[in-house]
């Protein structure tokens, strides 16, 4: 596993690091520091030092500066990492700071981007164009928000759906090294479709209640099996796991049983099992990755 941090030095990034070490990755592990230069850029590709270009020599000198200052930066972060067993390679970039991690993302093929992330009571952290909104959506990897200090992860919750992505969040989380009092949560929503195909007006009340009531054992049937496949792919690698199936929205489910169990993480697939979602503003994983009051990890498998 391939892991990115982005640090700026903000509590929010400290707490990232923190959540990296609480994860316990298997040592050797590589993880890229990443930290970025902000630099504007305006109409035309215009940046500052273009149009200042009288003054060239002192523009470099502040760019030297800033790029020493981002470097003596991620060494205190840098070795907090290694005392874990983790291979960490420090990366300073300039430029957009979203579009540096998701081009980061992609130059060192990371398994996951891990981002700080205000709490729920900051709307203006997900407003459109926001760093983590935009790396969320755009970055080729799974992506990590932490949103609170995580000195060890005992509670997690995993979302499952049947999907491919679903499949790769449980694989993820049976690649940990988890504690041995940690726990897992698996969670299985049925939105059903069944009102709308037995609402036909071709179908009497008695027929369309029986077929309702066939379709929803169908639907809770399937859900309790994927609950108990990821359940035996879990407890094959130790883990102490417990799963529910639940009925209605999907990312309210998630998020009322995340709360439920107090969980420190919410682990789910970046799409459902249609490829139609991923086109769907508000997607679940989306939804949820906002909403959530804790961590979020949103896995996509590797391409």
């Known amino acids: 596993m391939k892991a990115l941090i982005a640090f700026d030095g903000s509590h929010h990034s400290e707490l990232a690091v923190g959540m990296v070490k609480a994860l316990r990755l298997p040592r050797q592990t590589e993880v890229v520091l990443l930290t970025v230069i902000p630099e504007h850029v305006f109409l035309d590709g215009l940046t500052p030092a273009r ?8 523009i470099a000198q502040v760019k030297q500066l800033q790029e020493e ?12 990492l290694a005392t874990e067993g983790l291979n960490v390679e420090r990366v300073v970039r300039r430029g957009q700071p979203a579009q540096e991690v998701i081009n980061a993302c992609r130059r060192f093929g990371v398994d996951v981007a891990v981002l700080g992330c205000k709490g729920i009571g900051h709307a203006e952290d997900f407003a459109l164009g926001s760093v983590a909104q935009k790396v969320l959506k755009y970055a080729p990897c799974s992506v990590l928000l932490v949103r609170k200090e995580t000195p060890a992860l005992d509670r997690i919750l995993i979302a499952v759906d049947g999907s491919k992505h679903s499949d790769e969040a449980v694989r993820f989380v049976a690649r940990l090294q988890l504690s041995h009092g940690t726990r897992s949560f698996l969670v299985s929503v049925v939105h059903s479709y069944a009102s709308t195909i037995v609402g036909a007006p071709t179908l009497d009340f008695e027929e369309s209640q029986a077929i309702h009531v066939e379709l929803q054992k169908l639907e809770e ?14 407890r094959n690698k130790g883990h102490s796991v417990a799963g529910v199936v639940a009925r209605g929205d999907p990312s309210q489910e998630i998020l009322r049983e995340a709360k439920k169990q107090n969980v420190q993480l919410i682990v789910t697939g970046a799409k459902g099992q249609t490829a139609v979602r991923r086109f769907l503003l508000g997607s679940v994983s989306q939804r949820v990755a906002r909403y959530s009051e804790c961590s979020t990890l949103v896995v996509r498998p590797r391409s």
């Open 221 to 234: 049937k399937a859900a309790q099996d994927l609950v108990r496949e990821a359940e035996s792919a879990l």
């Open 51 to 58: 149009i200042r270009g009288k003054q060239r020599a002192r």
């Open 69 to 80: 200052r981002a470097t003596e930066l991620l060494h205190t972060p840098a070795e907090a």
